[in-house]
C-alpha cells in the first residue's frame, strides 16, 4: 500500500507540473520536490500522532472506517491541500 501511495503521489506531481505551467499572471505555479515533501510531512504528522493513535483507533470510530480506508482519505486531503491550495481559479482545480 505504501508504495502505492508513493507511486501515485510522485504521477500527481508529474502531472501537475507538466500540465500547470507558470505564467506571469501564474508565476507561484511551481510544483518542486517540496510538494512531494509536503504531502508525505502531512501525513507522518498525523500518523505520528502515537498517543492519539489516529489510524489504529480509526476502526473504533461509529462509521467504522478501515485503517487502509482513512489513510487513503488522508492521503487525498494532502494532495489536494498541498496542490491545490497553489491553484487560483476553477479551470486548474478541475486539471488538478
Not at 30 to 44: N, P, Q
Request: with cysteine; aromatic share 12%.
Amino acid at each position: 500500500m505504501k508504495t502505492l501511495l508513493i507511486d501515485a503521489t510522485i504521477a500527481i506531481w508529474e502531472a501537475v507540473g507538466k500540465r500547470l505551467l507558470p505564467t506571469p499572471a501564474k508565476f507561484h505555479y511551481m510544483f518542486t520536490i517540496r510538494e512531494l515533501a509536503r504531502v508525505f510531512a502531512g501525513i507522518s504528522k498525523v500518523a505520528q500522532q502515537y498517543e492519539f493513535k489516529v489510524i489504529q483507533n480509526v476502526s473504533a470510530l461509529k462509521e467504522k472506517i478501515s485503517p487502509q480506508l482513512f489513510l487513503i482519505g488522508l492521503w487525498r486531503h494532502e494532495c489536494e491541500r498541498t496542490f491545490m491550495d497553489k491553484l487560483t481559479n476553477n479551470p486548474d482545480k478541475k486539471v488538478f
